[in-house]
């Protein structure tokens, strides 16, 4: 087999693996924090399992999609340099699909703890009235008005 056929190889086994691996840890440790956004555990786990399956069809998707290389690999260090930057735009879009589900459920947790936050009983009904000001604005220097003297 030439060089191009097992960095395609290499590539395939990295990157499922990479995808299996990132999608277990992530079910798996997840289950607690869906629990928290979406309080109820059966909808929780239903929710996790449909994150794995969208998890799976987006990254395998764009691991195969990505596959394609047009051009010649003509020597080991080149497969090396096409196969780590086809892995590390892998990674990086695992890490951009990990950031916006964690950042769309905590946005949902936001608003539902918002929604079910406690409001006040009653609203108010009036107003204290202010105090009056001791004293008036003195001009700088001047000194402060005396009382007349008792008689």
């Known amino acids: 087999m030439d060089t191009k056929v097992w960095m395609y190889l290499v590539y395939l086994a990295v990157s499922v693996g ?16 869906l629990e928290e956004v979406f309080a109820e555990e059966r909808l929780a ?17 764009y691991v195969t999609v990505a596959m394609k290389h047009p051009d010649p690999v003509r020597s080991t260090s080149q497969a090396m340099e096409e196969l780590s930057l086809k892995i590390g735009l892998v990674l990086l879009v695992l890490g951009a699909l990990h950031f ?27 107003r204290l009235p202010m105090p009056a ?8 220097g001047a000194h402060p008005p005396t009382a007349p003297p008792a008689r």
């Open 18 to 33: 990479l995808t299996i691996w990132v999608a277990r840890s992530l079910s798996r440790n997840g289950q607690v924090f």
């Open 45 to 61: 786990r239903a929710v996790n399992s449909l994150l794995v399956v969208g998890f799976y069809l987006l990254n395998l998707g």
């Open 100 to 126: 916006f589900n964690v950042f769309a459920l905590g946005r949902y947790r936001r608003n539902r703890l918002r929604q079910i936050a406690t409001h006040p009983p009653v609203a108010p009904i009036g």
């Open 133 to 140: 000001a001791p004293y008036a604005p003195q001009p700088a």
